[in-house]
T-cell receptor, first 117, second 111 residues
């Protein structure tokens, strides 16, 4: 089946630094990737939709200058949390959708746990 | 604003019990409703429903959608401790098929 990887799986950083999270589709080309954030005991919140070769579409309330998304190729999207603060600590999950497939074919990565000290 | 609401928020049952999890939604441009199981990491796909009244079944799990009343249920029969997880309902909307997730139901199955 389709596999999506994320790197790193866990990161701890100091307040004010920037952190980059990678999301890769390993055995398929993903025209669309999605970035979610999940706080403890809460559901996944969509942050942005990323299409290869174009600017990401951010959900309401998500700061695009703080959460930089780059979808430079059909197998890689990156999320950079700039000037991270403790309130950015969360579980970040990406998903990837191959081609024009329907909603079911949105495969999730294993997630990245970010802790900002 | 699209909204997906799940109930109950949490549930503790004994092994062998049958459980029903609920998901209601209010969205624009509905395309599909999906159920996921989340244990420690990312969600794993269970079902996708697009048509009313057609039951999807996989082993002890089954699900059905009512597009008129805007809800879906997920049934688990003869529960096992391995069913303990958070069950997420998500609704896919629009041409980009973005997913709006519900709050999840935390299920704990005890011996």
């Amino acid at each position: 089946g389709a596999v999506v990887s994320q790197h790193p799986s866990r990161v701890i950083c100091k307040s004010g630094t920037s952190v980059k999270i990678e999301c890769r589709s390993l055995d398929f080309q993903a025209t669309t990737m999605f970035w979610y954030r999940q706080f403890p005991k809460q559901s996944l919140m969509l942050m942005a939709t990323s299409n290869e070769g174009s600017k990401a579409t951010y959900e309401q309330g998500v700061e695009k200058d703080k959460f930089l998304i780059n979808h430079a190729s059909l197998t890689l999207s990156t999320l950079t949390v700039t000037s991270a603060h403790p309130e950015d600590s969360s579980f970040y999950i990406c998903s990837a959708k191959p081609g024009l497939a329907d909603s079911r074919e949105q495969f999730f990565g294993p997630g990245t746990r970010l802790t900002v000290l | 604003e699209d909204k997906v609401v799940q109930s109950p928020l949490s549930l503790v049952v004994h092994e062998g019990d049958t459980v029903t999890l609920n998901c209601s939604y209010e969205v624009t441009n509905f395309r599909s409703l999906l159920w996921y199981k989340q244990e420690k990491k990312a969600p794993t796909f269970l079902f996708m429903l697009t048509s009313s009244g057609i039951e999807k079944k996989s082993g002890r799990l089954s699900s059905i959608l009512d597009k008129k009343e805007l809800f879906s249920i997920l049934n688990i029969t003869a529960t096992q401790t391995g069913d303990s997880a958070i069950y997420l309902c998500a609704v896919g909307t629009g041409t980009a098929s973005k997913l709006t997730f519900g709050t999840g139901t935390r299920l704990q199955v005890t011996l």
